[in-house]
């Protein structure tokens, strides 16, 4: 499965919102009802850490402005009001297989 | 509380093995599969291969298929990534995984 980020880089204002495309080329919904895509954030020098799960969870701590919505092959991370704490490399990660595959990356900066 | 501690950096050269660990820890070892990702320098995160603990079967990406090994060791509950026959293409940070968290990273380095 073939994972497609856009926009690849992205320069935000603080307090503007910001949103991050991911389309796989095959369905994510799996036999048991749930859609298998991730969110991670990745900022600089650290390992990737869990913004989303399943298409529109939320991971423990994270900040209500971040939201994941789509279904099937398209999906959105939307930040409702970009932070400077919130710059780094946001990947989508499809594991409807026992495999994962990731997006290319979106690298988020301040303007 | 979850958590993956990572072997720490590797020098090698051409054509040499290299073997890194990752040592978990706050859950049920044999309850999650742990999967290895690849980061090139400057690049993306590339998918390597993964673990089930509780029986030790393996799934192992294409571009890796017969030259990477990994494995489990559940009195130990670590997992561990042999790379072969390297490359300077290997250089990059490796990390190990669950869903959540991921380990810290492990660097190798591969020059002559």
């Known amino acids: 499965i073939v994972m497609t980020q856009t926009p690849l880089s992205l320069s935000v204002t603080p307090g503007q919102p910001a949103s991050i495309s991911c389309r796989s080329s095959k369905s994510l919904l799996y036999s048991d009802g749930k859609t298998y895509l991730y969110w991670y954030l990745q900022k600089p020098g650290q390992s990737p850490q869990l913004l989303i799960y399943e298409v529109s969870n939320r991971f423990s701590g994270v900040p209500d402005r971040f939201s994941g919505s789509g279904s099937g092959t398209d999906f959105t991370l939307t930040i409702s009001r970009v932070e400077p704490e919130d710059v780094g490399i946001y990947y989508c990660m499809q594991s409807v297989q026992r495999t994962w595959t990731f997006g290319q990356g979106t690298k988020v900066e301040i303007k | 509380e979850v958590h993956l501690e990572q072997s720490g950096t590797e020098v090698r050269k051409p054509g040499t093995t290299v073997k890194i660990s990752c040592k978990a820890s706050g859950y049920t070892f044999i309850d999650y599969y742990i999967h290895w990702v690849k980061q090139a320098p400057g690049k993306g995160l590339e998918w390597v291969g993964l673990?089930?603990?509780?029986?030790?079967?393996?799934v192992y990406a294409e571009n890796f298929q017969g030259r990477v090994t990994i494995d489990a060791d559940t009195s130990t509950e670590t997992v561990f990534l042999e790379l072969r026959s390297l490359t300077s293409e290997d250089t990059a940070v490796y990390y190990c995984a669950t869903k959540t968290p991921w380990g810290q990273g492990t660097r190798i380095t591969v020059s002559s």
């Open positions: 673990v089930d603990p509780e029986d030790g079967e393996t």
